[in-house]
């Protein structure tokens, strides 16, 4: 619990840290096995506050990677991820979490965000580009 409250205020090395002493106290814990393969992949996650409180650190990193594909650009990227389709690369992170994560409160929302993504929006500005249903 205290790597989900650290993880939610973008506290990432201290959720990592709580993750790992999890996995080392508690190996057989079921917590401890959802974490412990996803080490790695979560501590590459660079977060946001997260819309809903979302108990399960796997399926809110996968909500953030859906978000960070299908938001408008109020952020500049440290890539150029331009090439890179956005709706597609959003449903991707969502469907994960919803195969993942069936019938939780993360799968509810991430069908929510799928259907916002799908519906679409457009860039700010005359010449913004547009995506989903609006395009």
Request: proline content about 3%.
């Amino acid at each position: 619990m205290l790597g989900s409250i650290a993880f939610e205020e973008n506290k990432i090395d201290c959720a990592l840290d709580s993750w790992r002493e999890l996995s080392i106290k508690y190996p057989n814990s079921e917590q401890a096995k959802m974490v412990k393969d996803r080490i790695n992949e979560l501590s590459e996650i660079v977060g946001e506050s997260a819309k809903e409180s979302i108990k399960n650190a796997v399926a809110l990193s996968y909500l953030r990677h859906g978000d960070f594909w299908s938001k408008r650009k109020d952020d500049i990227f440290k890539i150029d991820s331009s090439w890179i389709p956005k709706v597609e690369t959003a449903m991707k992170w969502y469907d994960k979490v919803i195969s993942e994560f069936p019938k939780s409160n993360a799968s509810r929302v991430a069908y929510q965000d799928k259907m916002r993504t799908l519906l679409g929006w457009e860039d700010p500005g005359k010449y913004g580009d547009k995506y989903g249903i609006e395009k």
